[in-house]
């Protein structure tokens, strides 16, 4: 199931990070299969999507290039400069 709220997924991914970092079983597994680890942790991609995980390394950084607005309003709002907001962690 999708977590309810962004506070609820961010706690979840927060608990798979944090394992990911101190269990290198359960990181091999997590890049491998991200959809089955994600969902036993409480985290579902939607119907016919999903998920992709990459590690980030001191030489090498992966951003996140969103896919493009399909409705009108979407395609004004982007125009305006309303880029959406991602916190890149560089550590």
Not at 21 to 29: A, G, I, L, Q, R
Request: with cysteine; charged share 20%; net charge negative.
């Amino acid at each position: 199931m999708l977590q309810s709220s962004s506070s609820d997924f961010l706690d979840a991914w927060r608990r798979v990070v944090a394992r990911a970092w101190s269990d290198p079983h359960f990181k091999d597994e997590l890049l491998r299969q991200p959809d089955q680890v994600l969902a036993r942790a409480g985290i579902e991609c939607p119907a016919g999507a999903r998920f992709v995980i990459v590690e980030n390394d001191p030489t090498q950084l992966h951003l996140v290039l969103p896919a493009a607005p399909v409705e009108e309003a979407e395609l004004q709002e982007a125009s305006g400069a309303a880029v959406p907001h991602y916190h890149v962690p560089c550590w």
